[in-house]
Structures are given as C-alpha cells and as structure tokens.
C-alpha cells in the first residue's frame, strides 16, 4: 500500500500527465519488486538516512520510506531540488 505526504502530494502536482504516467509505472514496479534494477532502488545518507529513493526518469527521484507492506512516499523531484 502506498501512502502520500503533503510535501509528495503537493510535488507531484507540478508534474505534466505524461511524467505522472511514467511514476506510477514506477510505482508498480517498485509495489511487484521494490529492488527491480531498473528502479537504481538505493539507500540514503546524512538527513535522509532513513529513507530510500528510486529513479523515475534520469534526473527525476522519488524518496519513500518502508514499513512492513506500506510504502510512505515522502517526495519527488529533479535531484537537484531534493538534495540541495
């Protein structure tokens, strides 16, 4: 099960539908194989150390969390944004 925080919610409206379409593609692969090597599935470090990320597109990440079967989806965003 995948739950939104406000910050992913309200990053994820900044995005065009055809870039929408290619995160829940990604959505589902990481749901099916959350370390499909296609996802680059990698752990964080410094502020973000508890948390993971996963590419959408080359520069696009999105960051989530797992507990037990819930995937938190903290944000999403070019990496420059998320990390700088």
């Known amino acids: 099960m995948f739950l939104y925080s406000f910050k992913f919610k309200k990053s994820l409206r900044k995005f065009p539908k ?7 593609e990604k959505l589902r692969v990481l749901e099916a194989d959350e370390f499909c090597i296609i996802l680059n599935n990698h ?3 410094g502020e973000y150390s508890l948390y993971r990320s996963i590419n959408i597109t080359g520069d ?3 960051i989530y969390r797992k507990e037990k079967d819930n995937f938190f989806l903290i944000d999403i965003g070019t990496h420059n944004d998320l990390y700088e």
């Open 18 to 24: 055809k870039l929408i379409d290619k995160i829940l």
């Open 60 to 62: 696009i990440r999105l």
């Open 43 to 45: 752990k964080l470090h």
